[in-house]
């Protein structure tokens, strides 16, 4: 019923999870660095506390589709964690669950939980981009805090909390899509100074509400697209450069042209030194 660690040889290479255990117990797998895969039955539902915490060359690991929870720090220091599909079983995530995967690039998560909570994906610094599920009503202190190459999030109307530094140090953020339409029922607390230099997009009708408002009103480029729109440019996400295309409209040029970097360097193609661009979110190099 519950797999455990009997104090015998440790665990190495691909592990196979027996079908019928329904528990992954308490720091099961806690610092064996000799596993690279670990693959969980249907029959589990629960990961324990740092199950497999310091696990730091486990590549891989497939989720049990009935899975419901997963305690604090389960995965902390997992650095050679690729991608991570929490199915939508998960009701339960815990503080600093996947915190320090430096080399988690992937991120999919359950449309059944309702809080990101502390700490939880810190330190990620190869998650690009986020897409937060409509079932979040909280994002918890540090969540994200220091993801270095994040450079795009979408936040749902459904949040109503975002705690003390949930986005801190995220260097490489390059946009804020928030679909908020009541800014001053939502607490925030960004923290990060540099954050409000980036874009806000907000839905239409919003940009004079959000610039009135709390930690919102901070941001020095505000700008209102509908939410179709914003669905159209989150899906337009380049995963290579995280820089996404935009509709023409009157008030965003559709001609922009980034560096792969992120930096906007004008609307005229023909001002270009030799390189690589991203214009409508398509990479163009110039010769």
Same mark, same amino acid.
């Given at each position: 019923?519950?797999?455990?660690?009997?104090?015998?040889?440790?665990?190495?290479?691909?592990?196979?999870?027996?079908?019928?255990?329904?528990?992954?117990?308490?720091?099961?797998?806690?610092?064996?660095?000799?596993?690279?895969?670990?693959?969980?039955?249907?029959?589990?539902?629960?990961? =324990?506390?740092?199950?497999?915490?310091?696990?730091?060359?486990?590549?891989?690991?497939?989720?049990? =589709?009935?899975?419901?929870?997963?305690?604090?720090?389960?995965?902390?220091?997992?650095?050679?964690?690729?991608?991570?599909?929490?199915?939508?079983?998960?009701?339960?995530?815990?503080?600093?669950?996947?915190?320090?995967?430096?080399?988690?690039?992937?991120?999919?998560?359950?449309?059944?939980?309702?809080?990101?909570?502390?700490?939880?994906?810190?330190?990620?610094?190869?998650?690009?981009?986020?897409?937060?599920?409509?079932?979040?009503?909280?994002?918890?202190?540090?969540?994200?805090?220091?993801?270095?190459?994040?450079?795009?999030?979408?936040?749902?109307?459904?949040?109503?909390?975002?705690?003390?530094?949930?986005?801190?140090?995220?260097?490489?953020?390059?946009?804020?899509?928030?679909?908020?339409?009541?800014?001053?029922?939502?607490?925030?607390?960004?923290?990060?100074?540099?954050?409000?230099?980036?874009?806000?997009?907000?839905?239409?009708?919003?940009?004079?509400?959000?610039?009135?408002?709390?930690?919102?009103?901070?941001?020095?480029?505000?700008?209102?697209?509908?939410?179709?729109?914003?669905?159209?440019?989150?899906?337009?996400?380049?995963?290579?450069?995280?820089?996404?295309?935009?509709?023409?409209?009157?008030?965003?040029?559709?001609?922009?042209?980034?560096?792969?970097?992120?930096?906007?360097?004008?609307?005229?193609?023909?001002?270009?030194?030799?390189?690589?661009?991203?214009?409508?979110?398509?990479?163009?190099?110039?010769?």
């Amino acid at each position: 019923m519950e797999f455990t660690y009997n104090g015998g040889k440790p665990f190495r290479g691909d592990i196979v999870v027996p079908e019928g255990t329904k528990k992954i117990g308490h720091e099961v797998f806690f610092q064996h660095s000799n596993i690279n895969s670990v693959v969980l039955p249907s029959s589990v539902k629960e990961i =324990d506390e740092k199950a497999f915490a310091y696990c730091t060359n486990l590549k891989s690991i497939t989720l049990s =589709d009935s899975l419901e929870s997963i305690a604090p720090f389960a995965f902390f220091m997992c650095e050679e964690l690729d991608s991570i599909i929490i199915p939508n079983s998960v009701t339960t995530l815990g503080a600093c669950a996947f915190a320090s995967c430096t080399k988690l690039r992937k991120l999919v998560l359950s449309n059944k939980i309702t809080e990101i909570p502390n700490r939880a994906f810190s330190d990620c610094n190869n998650i690009e981009s986020l897409t937060i599920p409509r079932t979040i009503t909280a994002i918890g202190y540090s969540a994200f805090k220091s993801c270095k190459r994040l450079k795009s999030v979408t936040i749902p109307n459904s949040v109503k909390s975002i705690d003390y530094s949930a986005f801190g140090d995220c260097d490489s953020l390059t946009y804020i899509f928030s679909l908020i339409n009541e800014p001053a029922s939502v607490y925030t607390d960004f923290y990060d100074k540099e954050m409000f230099s980036i874009p806000l997009y907000v839905l239409p009708g919003m940009k004079e509400v959000y610039q009135k408002t709390g930690e919102w009103k901070k941001f020095l480029t505000i700008v209102e697209m509908t939410e179709e729109e914003l669905q159209q440019k989150e899906k337009e996400v380049d995963e290579a450069t995280g820089i996404a295309s935009i509709k023409a409209q009157q008030h965003v040029p559709s001609d922009r042209i980034y560096t792969l970097e992120g930096t906007y360097v004008g609307n005229d193609i023909k001002s270009l030194k030799k390189g690589i661009y991203i214009i409508h979110g398509k990479k163009v190099v110039i010769r």
